[in-house]
């Protein structure tokens, strides 16, 4: 696991320095790492085998395999020799390691690896809820993307978990490549294939919803691989927390390899900055935390496992929100934000990871940044029709909605460095104004396919 990379990291003295850069003149943005401090730390070069300066190293930093925190540092023109590296997670992540490395009789992070003396609790937790594990369905919404599926699954498959299937939801194909994944794929596991015909994410889940009646249904999307123990971390967050309805996990960056994916990570990614400690949010938390905004402090549909029954308490997937509808998105907004204003319990679970392939160009983080906006103001358009006496609530946190829109230090804008394009804030909010008429049109839309089936 440690120094995880798409290309292998360098050695100390196979590092290449600045000088050789310059004859390339082209920049890596950041080299991604999954980080196990009890392995010995690796050195990061400052030019990786392609002939590209690496400006930054963003490491994702887990003990004995929980993940622990994030850490985004510069790599200067020698590179970060591994106690460069144990220095810069220190800075960092001192607060939530100190009491850990404590427990290890130790006070600095780690060069050179851990033994523990015996099972690290953390570890021995999970072996308990493996023992007791419960049967998860894992589901897949596709369309026309066979090289990401077949990433996905390969990543399912090797999932250390002793009782999962996998469902793939094939959306208006218009190929047979997805069915082609799929049986490729079911020669060397539990994969199945579902064909729903209506284009639209939210009939594609809903499709799922209704083909796995009582189960357990994990939710991942294409363009996504799980880290190994996603499974057995989503079973610990419920056996953990027997009131929670949803489980949600955390989502990484797979690689960053443009600017735009660095910039995307700026602007919180898809997991919002949540961070690394884990949450529960239920009516009992409304206090500090509204279900209503800001928007969505939950979890996001790339990484989120609903117990058996709940997404048809809520009345299903609003099929005028998500991927290819006008609004772009959000119908896992709306659907979180329905099951806490009905009583109900999220529990956040940063220990379940998946890794995500972010857009690489600027045109598609563009297109996105105009989803995120069009998607929130849609759903809360779907959430007024739905329940119009959410009116009064929803203009009292109105005037912080708007300082959240226009401070420097709101946690929206907060992470943002001085690279970051504008236009894109600017695109964001062209599509919240945009979001109410965006899920008008869609609602019609989802009419006529259901009408017609197709």
């Known amino acids: 696991m440690n120094g995880k990379v798409w290309e292998p990291a360098l050695r100390a003295d196979e590092m290449i320095t600045a000088p050789a850069f310059e004859a390339t003149g082209e920049v890596r943005p950041a080299v991604v790492l999954d980080v196990e401090l009890s392995e010995p730390l690796p050195a990061v070069a400052a030019v990786g085998p392609d002939g590209r300066r690496v400006r930054q190293a963003w490491l994702l930093v887990r003990l004995f395999t929980e993940p622990l925190g994030t850490v985004l540092a510069d790599v200067p023109e020698q590179g970060l020799c591994p106690a460069d590296l144990a220095g810069a997670i220190g800075a960092e992540l001192g607060t939530a390691l100190a009491p850990r490395l404590a427990g290890l009789g130790m006070s600095d992070v780690p060069v050179d690896g851990i033994t523990p003396a015996a099972e690290p609790a953390f570890l021995a937790r999970r072996r308990e809820v493996l023992a007791d594990a419960p049967p998860i369905t894992v589901v897949i919404c596709t369309r026309e993307r066979p090289g990401a599926l077949a990433r996905c699954l390969?990543?399912?498959?090797?999932?250390?978990?002793?009782?999962?299937?996998?469902?793939?939801?094939?959306?208006?194909?218009?190929?047979?490549?997805?069915?082609?994944?799929?049986?490729?794929?079911?020669?060397?596991?539990?994969?199945?294939?579902?064909?729903?015909?209506?284009?639209?994410?939210?009939?594609?889940?809903?499709?799922?919803?209704?083909?796995?009646?009582?189960?357990?249904?994990?939710?991942?999307?294409?363009?996504?691989?799980?880290?190994?123990?996603?499974?057995?971390?989503?079973?610990?967050?419920?056996?953990?927390?027997?009131?929670?309805?949803?489980?949600?996990?955390?989502?990484?960056?797979?690689?960053?390899?443009?600017?735009?994916?660095?910039?995307?990570?700026?602007?919180?990614?898809?997991?919002?900055?949540?961070?690394?400690?884990?949450?529960?949010?239920?009516?009992?938390?409304?206090?500090?935390?509204?279900?209503?905004?800001?928007?969505?402090?939950?979890?996001?549909?790339?990484?989120?496992?609903?117990?058996?029954?709940?997404?048809?308490?809520?009345?299903?997937?609003?099929?005028?929100?998500?991927?290819?509808?006008?609004?772009?998105?959000?119908?896992?907004?709306?659907?979180?934000?329905?099951?806490l204003v009905g009583g109900g319990t999220i529990v956040y679970q940063p220990t379940a990871v998946t890794h995500h392939y972010h857009r690489r160009d600027l045109e598609g983080l563009h297109k996105q940044m105009v989803g995120y906006g069009a998607g929130l103001t849609a759903a809360y358009t779907s959430l007024l029709l739905r329940r119009p006496g959410l009116l009064w609530p929803l203009l009292r946190l109105a005037p912080g909605a708007l300082r959240d829109l226009t401070s420097k230090d709101s946690l929206r804008v907060s992470t943002l460095r001085e690279d970051f394009p504008r236009e894109l804030l600017t695109a964001n909010r062209r599509g919240m104004l945009a979001g109410p008429r965006a899920y008008l049109r869609g609602r019609r839309a989802a009419r006529a396919k259901a009408r017609s089936g197709r």
């Open 154 to 339: 390969d990543s399912l498959l090797t999932q250390a978990y002793p009782d999962f299937r996998v469902l793939v939801v094939d959306n208006a194909p218009v190929s047979d490549a997805t069915a082609e994944v799929v049986r490729a794929a079911a020669r060397r596991g539990p994969v199945s294939y579902l064909l729903e015909p209506k284009a639209g994410l939210s009939f594609a889940r809903n499709a799922a919803v209704a083909a796995a009646p009582g189960e357990i249904l994990a939710w991942i999307d294409d363009d996504e691989y799980a880290d190994p123990n996603w499974l057995a971390e989503i079973a610990r967050a419920l056996a953990d927390h027997p009131e929670a309805d949803v489980v949600s996990g955390v989502i990484v960056p797979a690689e960053l390899e443009t600017q735009a994916q660095l910039w995307f990570e700026q602007f919180g990614g898809h997991s919002k900055g949540r961070g690394f400690t884990p949450d529960v949010f239920s009516p009992a938390t409304a206090h500090r935390q509204s279900p209503l905004y800001p928007l969505p402090p939950f979890g996001t549909g790339a990484n989120m496992t609903f117990r058996p029954g709940v997404i048809e308490r809520i009345g299903g997937w609003d099929t005028a929100l998500g991927a290819g509808t006008p609004a772009m998105g959000s119908e896992d907004t709306l659907a979180f934000t329905q099951v």
